[in-house]
């Protein structure tokens, strides 16, 4: 069976159960999933309130990267089997899952776990989307700080 | 030659669209779109060092040649996740 690879940018809810059964092959023995979701209280750094977070992506852009991020996972991590990347936009509020990488492997101990930090690492430094804080104090956009080098 | 620009986040806010088609010399460079799109939009001045330039879809370095016909996408660093 050929080692799947699911790339998507979705305005619906994140259906974890369905994308875990995608990446998961007979010989899969060990999923690594991680999801980030709206915080809506934040206490490190500035502490303040999020309302909502409003995110938009360059789309074509966007899934080009995201498939490069899956294509850097495999050539670091070759026993990887399966890669799930999505990233959901639109209005979104707190407690809700705003992205999920998963990473699946025979065993846990060939890098799975490094394997999905690496995905959403990435993703976070060259994948074009954005969010806009709104917040009771008003909206700010969040910008990251990584600056990619040029074919990055 | 005429050039199609994108403008995302930030970018757009201080733009006011989304899209603009844009004249421009043959051989500007992204650098120089940058410095003649910060005149006319001086509101991207604080920022004019952190914009990011993706041509066609693929990241672009100041010193590169805008190709004829391209689409170029103006952003700021990421923040997806």
């Known amino acids: ?152 | 030659m005429k050039i199609k620009i994108l403008f995302f986040a930030t970018l757009r806010d201080y733009v006011g669209a989304k899209t603009i088609e844009l004249e421009i010399p043959a051989g500007t460079t992204v650098l120089g779109l940058k410095e003649s799109l910060v005149r006319s939009f001086p509101r991207m001045i604080p920022s004019q060092n952190f914009i990011l330039t993706a041509i066609n879809g693929e990241y672009a370095a100041d010193q590169q040649v805008i190709p004829q016909g391209s689409e170029i996408a103006l952003f700021p660093p990421v923040s997806g996740g």
């Open chain 1, 1 to 152: 069976m050929d080692n799947p690879t699911i790339i998507s940018i979705t305005e619906t809810e994140l259906d974890l159960d369905a994308l875990m059964r995608s990446v998961t092959l007979s010989s899969t023995g060990a999923a690594v999933v991680f999801t980030g979701m709206v915080r809506g209280i934040t206490d490190r750094a500035e502490p303040h309130k999020t309302l909502y977070l409003e995110y938009e992506a360059y789309q074509p852009m966007a899934e080009a990267k995201m498939r490069q991020v899956a294509a850097e996972i495999r050539t670091r991590w070759p026993s990887v089997e399966g890669i799930a990347i999505v990233q959901r936009i639109g209005r979104l509020y707190p407690r809700t899952p705003t992205v999920l990488i998963a990473c699946t492997a025979a065993h846990r101990d060939t890098g799975v776990f490094e394997a999905a930090r690496y995905g959403i690492d990435r993703l976070k430094e060259i994948v074009p989307v954005w969010k806009k804080e709104v917040g009771p104090e008003g909206q700010t956009w969040v910008e990251g700080e990584y600056i990619p080098q040029k074919g990055e």
